[in-house]
């Protein structure tokens, strides 16, 4: 049997070309004792794997140029040589941007039974969902009746942030840009704020505006002028969880950085870093308490889907570009 | 009796000239039930100060224009009509800037009974050291042999936070200007670093130089260049307790902000901004720690004194051109 994978020829500067991604196919050698062979039938693409794309070690070891690139992905086994696995087997591992793996069982997760659609498990019930209920619970503390601010609103993240913290009962305000991202969010009951057309002192009034009393919590997935725009509104004690800067992700000059982190002091804020790989344990309770939520269809999730394996580096690019709705997903 | 009192004529922008400030003087009336007089020894100037001088409300509600400034002051009773008060009793209070103070007698506290200098407690064992081990032990929660970054190393604060960091046994670093300052921590055990003639890139090589594996805790008193050269020395999960940022106090120009405000998700750091007065019910907590030890003479700390109370705003102004070790003090 054949495998079809991507490969990194260089690591980019600034916004990757589309000519860095190149297709390989091989074939694959005969299972040996532990291995099992799945077929994929989703494939995530995410922010985070643009800082493996730098060749910098950073919170992620870089991907290694001309290997397979690595991400989540869902498949089915076709053959296997694990005892806990077995043709047909739904399961969720980390050898995406490729349409066949073989992998020791050993790293493969059983998809969680729920009645969901299998490729949740990539999306609202996967590490953007765990990411998106880390932030708020575990680093910004979130509190009922909590005013909260979250950038990339409608993104895989946000969109699940805005509806659990929207839960809790405070004012919850998006960020976003395009029309019809900011209508999904008021159609969930956010103020919607967009970005278009402000600098962060115009945006900063933007969320005055929305939030006269200001935010206790922010949940910050862009930086730059989203995030002074949301140091100027800041309750005291408010807490900043900051889960992804992606405004800076292809930037090749360095950030201006925000002009007034004094008010960090004077609002005695709490601004903290997290990657969701660090609080991974807790991934069964998230899923307790976010999957039957999911199933009952208490929560609105977005996907935008690409089709076919060759698609894929498209998708990955696309999500710097703002075009995508909730989770960007290849299906093969 | 009369008093003679510091008043401000204008709220400034940036540095205030000498010239704003006006010397006053006045006839008190008679005590009235409850009143006690004080003839005020020592008066404490601030950075924090600058912030009360600027007309907007910050986290201390601003100076009133041509009406007496406060600031923390040490003095003798000269005559009470309060029964918990009698001539001769040591106090401190908030009714600076001025030679005889004039109170109801439940603002003020007395000196705690202990063998030290009676200035020290608007220094080591005030509101500068109350601030030092508050960052460290309460925003910043210092564990035994953590790697400690302190700016402004040789203040008032510094100067405390670096001897309270030492003996919990870790790599202790101050940044400091002045060649004397440089000694001082040396001699103390601490590295000391310059940031004289060193842009911010420059200052981090040199902090990485003097802790090649990074800082658990990093103690800002400045911003600008230190806080983007520690940025960029931080170990996974360091705490930045984010007491001042001096650099900025008499700035009318928006701050650059540090451009690498990223490495607080690569390395998922802490950084939060205090204020000391937040945290004054844990004085007597701070003062049976600290205390005993600096009357034992195991801190050092050092003092610059100006006599007489004509001087209190050159003393004040001298806080932020770094002509001060240790705690700036107006003796009358």
Redesign the interface.
Known sequence: MQTRYFTLRDYPQGMPPRELFELHHQELPALDEGEVRIRNTWLSVDPYMRGRMSGVK??VTPFELNAPLEGAAIGEVVESRHTSFRAGDKVRHMAGWRDVAQLKGDVLEPLPDMDVPDQTFLGVLGMPGMTAWTGLNRIAHLREGDNVLVSAASGAVGSLVVQLAKAKGGTVVGIAGAADKLEWLEQHGIHAVSYKGKDARQLGDALRDACREGFDVYFENV?GDC??AALDNLKVGARIA????IS?YNSDT??????????????????????VA?HWTEYPHFLEEVGPRVARGEIDYEETVEEGLERTPDAFLKLFEGANRGKMLVRL
Do not use: K
């Not at 900051?242 to 800067?245: E, W, Y």
């Not at 950085?257 to 002091?265: A, D, H, Q, T, V």
């Open positions: 950073t919170y930086g995030l002074e900051v889960c992804g800067l800076r360095p950030d201006r950085g925000p002009s007034n982190l004094s008010n960090l002091l004077v609002q005695r804020a709490h601004m903290q870093g997290f990657i660090d």
